[in-house]
Every structure is written in structure tokens, then in C-alpha cells.
């Protein structure tokens, strides 16, 4: 049964740790999304992928995080330094376009204290 | 004016009444509607998939799409205590990223 795959499923942190979130995209998805949902906000987009090429990272942060895809089988999202307002579930989805039916990992929670 | 609108809840229902989900929207270059389901520390799970507007069906599930009015809709049928979850509705124009509402918590008691 093909899933995305997401590590860690949680982190506790302290206060300007660094943190790397992975993820594995379904095998032969060509798009890739990093999504951070808090409940204040929802489903934020954070960083958008295709054909590993990013696209769309206007909803990120640039200060502190990053997003990259070194192969086809990997994404990550980093954030250096951490802060407590990051506390949040980081969601990565893989899709086929054309509709970017995007298909979600279960997400990392991620507590900065 | 917020591009996707969507009634947070809680929508509360006893087990075996129709339900109704509506999302608004604003961007005309949507052109493909889901629905996902969300239950409680899972990620989102892709429920409905829809281009045209129209009307799609799969099993308690109905999807409807208006694009003049721009309104969208998800009907369950025989609601279920299994169907208490958030629904999301999401969207996507074809040359940017899904685009996706807050959320509508909905709770079926048996």
C-alpha cells in the first residue's frame, strides 16, 4: 500500500536547536508539498516541489527554514534556528499532476519549548 | 475577502442524518475541487476528487461543485459515528498549489 512516509513522528525540542523533518514521497509522484497546520491557521503551505525542482516557497520563513529535495525519494524541511511559535504538525503530501491530488503523510509534531 | 471561506464547526448530528458541507471560494482558476478527511492526529486523507461542476457520487458521499457561484458542497448520507472527523475542502488552479480551507469539525453521536 503505497504512503508517504514522515520521520520523526514527534520532536520535543529546546529554544535554537536545529530540526529536520524527512519525508518519502509516494514512488513516482512528481510533486511535493511541506504543510504546517497549527489551529489557529490550518494548512499553511510552506514549500512546494516539482520534479524536485522548488517552486513556490513563499509561505516559508526564509530566515530560518529551508526545504530541499536531494533525490527523488527524499524531502526535508529544516529550521535553524527553532523558536516556540514553530510548535506545530508539519504535513508532507505527494502528488501526480496535472490536479495535484496530493496524497499526506501522517506529520511530525513538533513541540519547541 | 478570504480566497476559500469555511464554517468551522463543531456541526453536530445524531447517527443516520444527511449532512451538509459547503465551502465558498473566490479565485476563479480553480479548476479541481477535493474533499479530505482529517480524523485527530492523522494526516489528511483524500476523500473526493472533482474537476467539472456537477454533481460526483461514491457511496454515502456526494460531491457538488458550482463554479458560476463559486460554492462547493460535500453531502454524507446515513452519517456514521466513524464519519466524525474535519472535513477540508481544497482547491487547485493548475499552475500554483492546493489551496486548502480551515476546516468544518463535524460529530456524529450514535
Known amino acids: 500500500d503505497a504512503r508517504v512516509t514522515q520521520t520523526p513522528r514527534h520532536k520535543v525540542t529546546e529554544m535554537g536547536q536545529e530540526v529536520t523533518m524527512r519525508c518519502q514521497p509516494i514512488l513516482g509522484h512528481n510533486t511535493v508539498f511541506w504543510y504546517r497546520q497549527t489551529m489557529m491557521q490550518g494548512l499553511e503551505l510552506l514549500a512546494y516541489f516539482r520534479n524536485r525542482a522548488p517552486l513556490d516557497d513563499s509561505g516559508m520563513p526564509k530566515d530560518r527554514f529551508s526545504a530541499e529535495m536531494p533525490d527523488a525519494t527524499l524531502a526535508t524541511l529544516k529550521i535553524q534556528p527553532s523558536e516556540p511559535r514553530d510548535s506545530a504538525v508539519y504535513f508532507c503530501?505527494?502528488?501526480?499532476?496535472?490536479?495535484?491530488?496530493?496524497?499526506f503523510g501522517q506529520g511530525t509534531r513538533l513541540t519547541v519549548v | 475577502q478570504k480566497e476559500v471561506e469555511q464554517d468551522p464547526g463543531p456541526l453536530s448530528v445524531p447517527e443516520g442524518a444527511i449532512v451538509s458541507l459547503n465551502c465558498t471560494y473566490s479565485n476563479s482558476a480553480f479548476q479541481y475541487f477535493m474533499w479530505y478527511r482529517q480524523y485527530s492526529r492523522k494526516g489528511p486523507e483524500l476523500l473526493m476528487y472533482?474537476?467539472?461542476?456537477g454533481n460526483k457520487e461514491d457511496g454515502r458521499f456526494t460531491a457538488q461543485v458550482d463554479k458560476s457561484s463559486k460554492y462547493i458542497s460535500l453531502f454524507i448520507r446515513d452519517s456514521q459515528p466513524s464519519d466524525s472527523a474535519t472535513y477540508l475542502c481544497?482547491?487547485?488552479?493548475?499552475?500554483?498549489?492546493?489551496?486548502f480551507g480551515k476546516g468544518t469539525m463535524l460529530l456524529v453521536s450514535p
Open positions: 503530501a505527494s502528488g501526480l499532476e496535472p490536479g495535484a491530488r496530493a496524497f
Open positions: 481544497a482547491f487547485y488552479s493548475g499552475y500554483s498549489t492546493l489551496t
Open positions: 472533482t474537476y467539472s461542476s
